[in-house]
């Protein structure tokens, strides 16, 4: 069963720090490449950062550039989305996503980030 397991969300004070995590089973993590979505309320799907499959390249979101960092970690099947200096424009439900040329796109469960002002 394919699955990707976000956690790491909660309520945090503006200016705070969270680290999100994306656990992956019943694919192979290293043929993918993954990214972090959110969605707040009424608002559309945003992409906030991704990381390839071969070299690791990453990518950001203009919204959250210079305050995330995403990092993966093959061996144990984990990303991680480190997040500082949030702010209250970043409450969102977060999800993690895998996707590659030719091979299904999969989708995880959210963890909710509220930062409060």
């Known amino acids: 069963e394919v699955q990707l397991q976000a956690s790491g969300g909660g309520l945090v004070p503006a200016g705070g720090s969270l680290k999100l995590s994306c656990k992956v089973s019943?694919?192979?993590?290293?043929?993918?490449?993954i990214g972090w979505f959110r969605q707040a309320p009424g608002k559309e799907r945003e992409g906030v950062s991704c990381?390839?499959?071969?070299?690791?390249?990453?990518n950001y979101g203009d919204s959250v550039k210079g305050r995330v960092t995403i990092s993966r970690d093959n061996a144990r099947n984990m990303v991680y989305l480190q997040m500082s200096s949030l702010k209250p424009e970043d409450t969102a439900v977060y999800y993690c996503?895998?996707?590659?040329?030719?091979?299904?796109?999969?989708w995880g469960q959210g963890t909710q980030v509220t930062v409060s002002s």
């Open positions: 019943g694919f192979t993590m290293d043929d993918y490449g």
């Open positions: 990381i390839m499959r071969d070299d690791g390249t990453t």
């Open positions: 996503h895998a996707r590659a040329p030719f091979k299904p796109i999969y």
